[in-house]
């Protein structure tokens, strides 16, 4: 077996969402069930996604993704619909050794 599923206490831990659409809104949602302090980052964001943030769920970062964001998180999650900016946050996620998903491709977790 090549990935080994685990748990992760994420309460009030600092989690980056990179993408602005419904998938990345669901993945934010569940980090906030966790009890994630979730950060999205996108240009543009879906209605739910805005819904999360005006409910105080989430903070927006309304912006394209750049490495400084990465800071201080303990997981990302890439959910943008652009292979080469979900590449680039694995690549830096992976450099600076912080957990990483990357949302329908297996090979970049």
């Known amino acids: 077996m090549e990935y080994l599923p685990l748990f992760v206490d994420l309460k009030d831990r600092a989690c980056l969402v990179v993408g602005g659409g419904e998938i990345a809104a669901r993945k934010a949602g569940l980090l ?34 750049i490495g400084e964001q990465l800071s201080d998180q303990l997981l990302v999650i890439a959910a943008t619909n652009d292979e080469a900016v979900n590449r680039d946050v694995y690549d830096q996620a992976k450099a600076k050794n912080i957990l990483v998903n990357v949302v329908d491709s297996p090979e970049l977790c």
């Open 32 to 65: 906030r069930k966790a009890n994630a302090n979730v950060t999205i980052v996108a240009p543009e964001i879906s209605v739910s996604t805005k819904s999360m943030i005006d409910a105080g769920e989430a903070v927006w970062l309304n912006s394209l993704f």
